[in-house]
C-alpha cells in the first residue's frame, strides 16, 4: 500500500526566505506524485506533478519540486516566499489506474513579515 | 473550461438532521470523489463514483452515501448528522487515472 509522510505539520518562515517542505512515499513501482495547495476556505489547487521524466519539475507560482528514488522523497521548494504563500500543503502519491491518490497529511506554512 | 462546482458552500444543520451536497465536475471528466476534511482528522477520502458506479469507499459509516448522475454530477448525504460531521466536505474530478485530481472550494457544513 501507498502511504506518504509530511514529517513538518507547521512551518515558519520570514518572507523573502527560502523554502523547503518535505515530503517521502512509500511505493513499489514509479509513482505519479502531486503537491497541492490549500488557502483558508478553499478547495485544493494543483500546483505541481511529477510523472517521469526530469526529475525537477516546475510549477505555478514559481514552486518547483525534486523527485528522488534513491530518497523516495519529492520536496517543494521555493527561492523566495511571499506573505500569499501562507496556506496548507499537501503531498499526493498516485498510481497508474488508480483515480484516488494518497495525501499526506499536510505542512501548514507561515509567513512572517 | 468551468471548474468543479460545488453547492452549497455554507450550511448549518443540527443534530439528527439529513444534508444533501451537490457537486459538478469539469465537463468531461467521468471520476468524482469526495473527501470529508477536518482540523483533526485532515483530509479523509470517503468514496469515488465513475459512470455512476461507486468504485471505491472509504472507512466511513453507512450515514454517509453518494451518487452519481448520468452527466457526472454528484451528491452525497449524510443522514442522522452528528456534531462530529461538522466539516469542510471537498469534492474533486478527474480525468485520467493517474492520481490528479481538480478541488471544488468545498462545502463547509456545521453542526450544531
Known amino acids: 500500500a501507498q502511504s506518504v509522510t509530511q514529517p513538518d505539520i507547521h512551518i515558519t518562515v520570514s518572507e523573502g526566505a527560502s523554502l523547503e517542505l518535505r515530503c517521502n512515499y512509500s511505493?513499489?513501482?514509479?509513482?505519479?506524485l502531486f503537491w497541492y495547495v490549500q488557502s483558508p476556505g478553499q478547495g485544493l489547487q494543483l500546483l505541481l506533478k511529477?510523472?517521469?521524466?526530469?526529475?525537477l519539475v516546475q510549477g505555478i507560482k514559481g514552486f518547483e519540486a525534486e523527485f528522488k528514488r534513491s530518497q523516495s522523497s519529492f520536496n517543494l521548494r521555493k527561492p523566495s516566499v511571499h506573505w500569499s504563500d501562507a496556506a496548507e500543503y499537501f503531498c499526493?502519491?498516485?498510481?497508474?489506474?488508480?483515480?484516488?491518490?494518497?495525501f499526506g497529511r499536510g505542512t501548514s506554512l507561515i509567513v512572517h513579515p | 473550461k468551468a471548474g468543479v462546482t460545488q453547492t452549497p458552500r455554507y450550511l448549518i444543520k443540527t443534530r439528527g438532521q439529513q444534508v444533501t451536497l451537490s457537486c459538478s465536475p469539469i465537463?468531461?471528466?467521468?471520476?468524482v470523489s469526495w473527501y470529508q476534511q477536518t482540523p483533526g482528522q485532515g483530509l479523509q477520502f470517503l468514496f469515488e463514483?465513475?459512470?455512476?458506479?461507486?468504485?471505491n469507499k472509504g472507512n466511513f459509516p453507512g450515514r454517509f452515501s453518494g451518487r452519481q448522475f448520468s452527466n457526472s454530477r454528484s451528491e452525497m448525504n449524510v443522514s442522522t448528522l452528528e456534531l462530529g460531521d461538522s466539516a469542510l466536505y471537498l469534492c474533486?474530478?478527474?480525468?485520467?487515472?493517474?492520481?490528479?485530481?481538480?478541488f471544488g472550494e468545498g462545502s463547509r457544513l456545521t453542526v450544531l
Open positions: 474533486a474530478s478527474s480525468a485520467q487515472g493517474q492520481g490528479e485530481l481538480f
Open positions: 511505493y513499489g513501482a514509479t509513482p505519479y
Open positions: 511529477y510523472f517521469s521524466g526530469d526529475t
Open positions: 499526493a502519491v498516485g498510481e497508474s489506474g488508480s483515480y484516488i491518490p494518497t
Open positions: 465537463s468531461g471528466h467521468r471520476s
Open positions: 463514483y465513475f459512470s455512476e458506479t461507486q468504485r
